[in-house]
């Protein structure tokens, strides 16, 4: 999960790689969160131990995040492993060397190398990497994943000032698989323009409704993309976008 030069997301890419095999350690003792989730952090390696203080401590901020989005109907026992080898990330996480951490329907995965994040950046991929988490058993396997990165950046990452008519065309363009798969500015681009269509759908039309949009888009025997935009916005994908341009003109 990436995004372009000089974001906090930066730390999702280009993580080192673990030199030499880690340490396994133990897993943590369940914590209780605020709202009464509990969560295991397993570090698989000595040097993770300092990650995993840092991520038991934006737990709470990470879990209400979640909830204010998507509502309290989601896991309440958390599971984050933290990798001391590419290896062990390969086998757990079944990411590349470029991804900071993924989900899946049993855990959250940090890669090597993530202990190097700087807290801003751990916070944006903890939130983002706990909506697909709570998000897991709504989504389907061939969801678009333009709207469930997106909606995942829209959860994680801070709002900023829309970028202006200089980069609007650039940035109203629904990105590929395709993009969200190369390594380098292309996947961060991709990354870009799925949040910034997700933060318009959300400021137009209320986060409520980008729900509705990921429920309808994403869900089990969802409709084609086209179909669930012109259902719950009430306009076709055409006019969405040439809305969604303006917008970010500003």
């Known amino acids: 999960m990436v995004s372009g030069p000089g974001t906090p997301e930066q730390a999702r890419q280009t ?18 969160l605020a709202d009464g989730r509990t969560a295991e952090i397993t570090a698989l390696g000595a040097r993770e131990s300092g990650l995993a203080s840092r991520i038991a ?10 909830t204010a989005f998507w509502g309290d109907d989601w896991p309440r026992h958390l599971v984050i492993v933290l ?18 951490a993924t989900t899946t329907a ?5 890669a090597p190398g993530a202990a190097d994040m700087t807290d801003t950046s751990l916070r944006i991929v903890l939130r983002h990497e706990l909506f697909h988490y709570a998000a897991r058993s ?5 969801a678009p994943r333009w709207l469930t990165e ?29 993009d969200l798969d190369t390594e380098g500015p292309t996947r961060s681009l991709g990354y870009d323009r799925a949040w910034w269509f997700s933060r318009f759908v959300a ?7 980008l729900r509705e949009l990921y429920l309808a888009a994403c869900g089990v025997g969802h409709p084609d993309a086209d179909t669930a935009i012109r259902t719950v916005l009430g306009a076709d994908t055409r006019q969405v976008l ?5 917008w970010l003109a500003g």
């Open 203 to 209: 400021d137009r039309y209320g986060p409520a409704t």
């Open 242 to 246: 040439s809305a969604w341009r303006a």
């Open 138 to 142: 709504a989504t389907a396997a061939d």
């Open 150 to 178: 997106g909606v995942a950046d829209y959860v994680g990452r801070p709002a900023t000032a829309v970028p202006g008519p200089a980069r609007a065309a650039e940035l109203a363009v629904l990105p590929t698989d395709a």
């Open 57 to 66: 401590a934006e737990l709470d901020g990470a879990a209400d995040a979640v």
């Open 83 to 100: 990798t001391g080898t590419d290896e062990q990330f390969r086998t757990l996480g079944v990411g590349g060397p470029d991804i900071a």
């Open 15 to 32: 993580l080192p790689s673990s030199p030499v095999p880690s340490v396994p350690t133990a897993a943590s003792e369940p914590l209780t």
């Open 106 to 110: 049993e855990r959250t995965v940090f």
